[in-house]
């Protein structure tokens, strides 16, 4: 029996372990919930996170310098290739969500400099206003890379103010250069869209068709701006998406936002009559975005109904497909855009970040969506960052064969269990298993030599009956705590206590979007399978303890 124990301390990445990381270890139930509920002082021993959680690495180093530069040693300091994020931070700071950690943008310092042919763009604020400011970094996905800003560093000595008055009006940017990597990371990512697509007559993207991205949240941020502009509306989120897009949209639809959260029948069945409701008043949708399947509820809705009602209302069809990942679904014929965090499992070394859209030739709004992207797209993908993901993506297929079986045998398994007596385990949360599979079946991609089975990806969600089982499986299970899907080893995450219980009201409503507190969200790794059910039984055995001692009589 092997029993799997992160093999790194605490804050540190797993082997092979470099400034680039984007894995941590974080072990602990009450480290998370604690972290969930403003306790930061852990982080002070962090050395690699998940870098849209701050600059992190090279990238707070990067600000560290530019702060000292310009004269303001000590400060705080985001910084970015973007003009846009001086307007949206400051917006962001003084809005009510930031609650009583809310600020002045007076607070706020802007400034502007060029580093080895590189505008930059400095946000500078005082350390206390941290809090106001760390959503304004992770939200948008804009902010540097860590090799960018090792680059940056390596030239700083290049550094030169550039002045300006107003932030509301900063200098022209730069942006950066793109290499061959992403001329060739493009035609990969279209490659991948087309291949084994249940019917090729509906599959028509080309490689001019694919835009990339610093991060999925980047993707997320500019698509939904720009269809905004296109077609002024409601924004919809529908089903339980991760949560960075939830909180995005929530703050950032002038026209009104609006959440359906389960994706089920009756599901759409609300939003449908809801749609119908706004035709009559003369209002539009301006899109709708759903993940396939959700994160973390793992739940697949009815994309050809979706599709049809976007159809008749008019609205863009946004679908991410970053759980299932386009080696195993063929979405596009369904959606107007497919939206994809390219960091995950396409990536699969947990090392770098990046994002992918990819616009679908036959969508009805095609035409004026192709035209806006070729117009507003800059380059904001780092050649350093796209070099990474062209070499990590060139095994995609092998990793997702071995992905799905991973995943699949650990969800089996722990869904074996319930029923059983001593079994503290409820419910699996996988496509597989749960009452909407066909729904995700019509989607899988057909047979082929390099992915004989497409498969159901590489996330499950596991419900305990209580928090006080689900707790002790999180303490004693040796897979990695922390943030991240799609990576090289095992990760766990008690990512809906941590994203959705601090607030009473938002804990019970999503308890009804099948998202529970008790439960616990598992990536697959490529560990050996044996190992990987080894360690979970191990987990079980602490669970199951904890349950014995809570039932009267050690009877169930």
Not at 342 to 360: E, M, Q, Y
Not at 422 to 432: F, L, T
């Amino acid at each position: 029996m092997v029993v799997l124990k992160p093999q790194s301390d605490f804050g540190n990445a797993p082997p092979p372990q470099t400034p680039y990381s984007i894995i941590s270890n974080l072990p602990g139930w009450d480290l998370l919930r604690n972290f969930r509920d403003g306790d930061m002082s852990p982080m002070a021993r962090v050395v690699n996170i998940y870098p849209r959680f701050g600059p992190t690495q090279f990238a707070g180093k990067l600000g560290q310098e530019v702060a000292k530069k310009l004269g303001y040693e000590g400060k705080g300091c985001m910084v970015y290739l973007n003009p846009i994020m001086f307007p949206y931070t400051a917006g962001h700071v003084r809005n009510s969500h930031r609650d009583e950690a809310a600020i002045d943008p007076e607070k706020l310092t802007f400034k502007c400099v060029d580093v080895a042919g590189h505008r930059v763009y400095a946000v500078i604020f005082e350390p206390q206003h941290t809090k106001a400011l760390m959503l304004s970094w992770g939200n948008p996905g804009l902010g540097l890379s860590i090799r960018m800003a090792e680059h940056l560093l390596s030239n700083i000595d290049s550094l030169v103010e550039v002045p300006f008055d107003d932030y509301k009006n900063p200098p022209k940017p730069t942006f950066t250069p793109a290499g061959p990597a992403h001329q060739l990371l493009r035609e990969r990512v279209n490659k991948f869209i087309h291949r084994a697509s249940v019917d090729p007559e509906l599959v028509k993207s080309k490689p001019d068709d694919v835009y990339l991205y610093p991060s999925g949240m980047a993707g997320i941020y500019h698509t939904t701006n720009l269809i905004q502009q296109y077609r002024p509306g409601t924004n919809i989120v529908l089903g339980v998406v991760f949560h960075n897009t939830q909180h995005h949209l929530v703050e950032e639809s002038p026209n009104g936002f609006k959440h359906f959260g389960k994706v089920d029948k009756q599901g759409l069945d609300d939003m449908e009559a809801w749609f119908e409701g706004e035709t009559k008043e003369g209002r539009k949708v301006s899109f709708v975005i759903v993940e396939f399947p959700g994160n973390p509820t793992l739940e697949s809705t009815d994309l050809p109904r979706l599709k049809k009602l976007s159809e008749k209302h008019g609205f863009v069809l946004i679908v991410d497909d970053t759980i299932a990942g386009f080696a195993n679904v063929d979405v596009l014929a369904h959606s107007d855009i497919v939206l994809t965090s390219l960091t995950k499992s396409f990536n699969g070394r947990a090392d770098v970040l990046g994002g992918s859209i990819v616009l679908n030739p036959l969508s009805p709004h095609y035409g004026e969506l192709s035209r806006r992207y070729a117009e507003t797209h800059n380059n904001e993908l780092f050649a350093g960052d796209a070099e990474v993901i062209l070499a990590n993506s060139h095994d995609f297929l092998q990793r997702t064969r071995r992905l799905n079986r991973n995943a699949e045998a650990m969800a089996t398994f722990l869904h074996s269990t319930i029923g059983r007596d001593d079994s503290p385990v409820v419910r699996v949360q996988y496509p597989s298993l749960l009452a909407d599979k066909s729904n995700y079946d019509r989607f899988l991609r057909r047979s082929t030599v390099e992915l004989p089975n497409p498969g159901y990806g590489c996330l499950f969600n596991v419900e305990f009956e209580s928090v006080a089982t689900a707790r002790a499986f999180y303490d004693r299970c040796g897979f990695y705590s922390s943030p991240h899907l799609g990576g090289h080893v095992t990760i766990m995450l008690a990512y809906n206590m941590m994203m959705f219980g601090k607030k009473a009201e938002e804990k019970e409503e999503y308890r009804g979007y099948n998202a529970l507190e008790e439960s616990i969200r598992i990536s697959a790794g490529l560990e050996d399978v044996e190992d990987l059910i080894d360690t979970l039984k191990d987990a079980l055995d602490a669970a199951i303890e904890v349950k014995r001692k809570a039932t009267p009589n050690g009877t169930s």
